[in-house]
């Protein structure tokens, strides 16, 4: 009787197995492709700024000869994020260039690329601006104006010396 009972028990066990077995599964398989949002400086030799002119001359100011500095395509936006970018423009003098003791010159620039266009920055606050969605991978050239907004006259009452600003340009994924 004990081993009936046994082989009742296991021919149950193999019955419901069978029972719950199918002919075709699924497997998922997924995977991430990490986002990539960068900017890129174009080198031209060992320092990635060797060979590009940052200085605005303020005397071709003055005479005339030049309103503004072009730096054209010395940086690219690369981004993946199908979401989009945002760039954001800040300067560590509120969009001035500081000169010996409390001189200075104001300015703005420009900011173009095929994705963001800022225009007229004038650096008081932050300048921000965003792509649109991407559908693919995207690598953008981009040109930068910096002009002067001092007038002639009070570019040519200030001091000599070197003039300065540093700006942060910072690409973020959006």
């Known amino acids: 009787m004990k081993i009936f009972k046994t082989l009742a028990a ?8 069978n029972a719950f077995a199918a002919s075709s599964g699924q497997l998922l398989i997924t995977g991430t492709v990490a986002e990539t949002t960068y900017l890129s400086l174009t080198a031209t030799g060992t ?3 060797e060979n590009v002119d940052q200085t605005l001359n303020v005397d071709d100011i003055v005479s005339g000869a030049a309103t503004q500095l072009s730096f054209a395509n010395i940086m690219h936006e690369i981004s993946n994020s199908t979401a989009g970018y945002k760039i954001t423009l800040s300067s560590v003098n509120a969009g001035e260039l500081q000169g010996p003791g409390t001189s200075k010159v104001k300015y703005s620039l420009d900011y173009t690329s095929a994705k963001i266009g800022i225009s007229n920055c004038a650096l008081t606050a932050d300048c921000t601006a965003s792509s649109g969605a991407l559908t693919a991978k995207t690598s953008s050239a981009v040109s930068v104006n910096v002009k002067a907004t001092s007038t002639a006259s009070e570019i040519a009452a200030l001091q000599s010396g070197v003039y300065s600003d540093t700006v942060t340009v910072t690409i973020e994924a959006l």
């Open 47 to 49: 320092d990635p700024l």
């Open 10 to 17: 296991v021919s149950a066990l193999v019955v419901s197995a």
